[in-house]
Every structure is written in structure tokens, then in C-alpha cells.
């Protein structure tokens, strides 16, 4: 099955730096590619979303570039705020199988703290 | 997120115990999920629900049983539960079709089992 990793398990940033977290994942069928962002006492949201036929995806001060060759995935927020501070997740998808729904395969977390 | 409702927020039960969490979703979409989170773990994948029919069980235990009784309500079932089992559980829902689309979360129920 599909595995994926996610690096670093904890970033910090000063504030109005960029922050960039980093996934891989092994099922060359995966084509979705979204990014979660885990408030504490919430649950996840989806902030951006990515797929195989795209490299590059931006939404204001977030983007998140694809290179299916070498099966890599990278989030990266620029002019952090300390309102970006959360855990934020990657995740793999091959999108809706029959018998098998959309199975989303996650990224153990990254703790992103954007200090003052 | 208010799209997907989750209740009850938190649970405390005993190993004896049967307990019922609920998710509801008001996005109109057509399938629905269970996760598992916990601490130091990707998120688990436990059910998948499309137009009301269970199309994925991951190898969760018995002691979990899912409901979906329309496409808007799903429930998961908990009894003679076990202290790892402790976890936040959280729902999910999708508008599934042409192409792979978003999921949703609630902020799910925070379970302890004494």
C-alpha cells in the first residue's frame, strides 16, 4: 500500500519567514495531493490541494509544488504569521477506487511554531 | 469548519461500556468516512461510507461498528472497547464522482477509555 512521509516533524520560523514542509510517497498510481492544517481542538482543514497532471498550485501566501518523477511533494508558506502556528499533514491519494472508496494515505505531522 | 458535525465533542467510558459517536454533514455530499488519530500517528483510515454503502472496512476490530443510515448521518458503534482505543475520532465527507475530490473534516470526539 501507499506510504507516506513527512519532513520535519517540527519546523520554527521567525515571523515573515517562509516555512517549507516536504512529503514523499511511494505509490506511483497516487494522483491527489492535498494539505491539511490541524488547529489544536480542531480538526483537520484542508488549505491546498494538488494533482498529478499540475507541478504547481498557489493560493496567496501558500503553494505547494509536485514532482511525480521523484515522488515529492513540498508545502511552502511565505510571510509566516503567527496565526499559520498548527500541526499541518500531507496526504496521498489514487482518488476513488471501487471496493476501496478515496482512501487518503497521511503524513505523521508537521508542528510548524512561527515565533514573534 | 461547521460543514461536518461531530457529537459528542469529548467521551469517557469504561471498557464495558457501549457508546455511540455521531457525525452529521450539511455539504451535500455523497460519501462519508471514520478516522482514527492518535498521538505520534498518521491519521488511520477506519470506514468509508458511499451513498449509504460500506465500501472499505481497514481491518478495524469488531468492537467498532459504523452506521450510515441516509448520506447526511454517520455513527460509529463503540462497545468492550480497550484502553488503546483511546484516540480522537474524526469523521469526514466527500462529494464523490468525476475525479477525486476534497474531504472534509469535523473536529471529532476526543475518546478515553478508563
Known amino acids: 500500500g501507499e506510504n507516506v512521509e513527512q519532513h520535519p516533524s517540527t519546523l520554527s520560523v521567525q515571523e515573515g519567514d517562509s516555512a517549507v514542509i516536504k512529503c514523499t510517497y511511494s505509490?506511483?498510481?497516487?494522483?491527489?495531493f492535498p494539505w491539511y492544517k490541524q488547529e489544536l481542538g480542531k480538526g483537520p482543514q484542508l488549505i491546498i490541494d494538488i494533482r498529478s497532471n499540475v507541478g504547481e498550485k498557489k493560493d496567496q501566501r501558500i503553494a505547494v509544488t509536485l514532482n511525480k518523477t521523484a515522488k515529492h511533494f513540498s508545502l511552502h508558506i511565505t510571510e509566516t504569521q503567527p496565526e499559520d502556528s498548527a500541526v499541518y499533514f500531507c496526504?496521498?491519494?489514487?482518488?476513488?477506487?471501487?471496493?476501496?472508496?478515496?482512501?487518503?494515505?497521511f503524513g505523521t505531522g508537521t508542528q510548524l511554531k512561527v515565533e514573534l | 469548519e461547521t460543514g461536518v458535525t461531530q457529537t459528542p465533542r469529548h467521551l469517557v467510558m469504561g471498557m464495558t461500556n457501549k457508546k455511540s459517536l455521531k457525525c452529521e454533514q450539511h455539504l451535500g455530499h455523497n460519501a462519508m468516512y471514520w478516522y482514527k488519530q492518535s498521538a505520534k500517528k498518521p491519521l488511520e483510515l477506519m470506514f468509508v461510507y458511499s451513498l449509504e454503502e460500506r465500501v472499505e472496512n481497514n481491518s478495524v476490530p469488531s468492537r467498532f461498528s459504523p452506521e450510515c443510515p441516509n448520506s447526511s448521518h454517520l455513527f460509529l458503534h463503540l462497545h468492550t472497547l480497550q484502553p488503546e482505543d483511546s484516540a480522537l475520532y474524526l469523521c469526514a465527507s466527500s462529494q464523490e464522482g468525476k475525479g477525486t475530490q476534497p474531504q472534509h473534516f469535523g473536529d471529532g470526539t476526543r475518546l478515553s477509555i478508563l
Open positions: 505509490d506511483s498510481a497516487s494522483n491527489y
Open positions: 496526504a496521498a491519494s489514487r482518488g476513488w477506487v471501487t471496493g476501496g472508496g478515496n482512501k487518503l494515505t
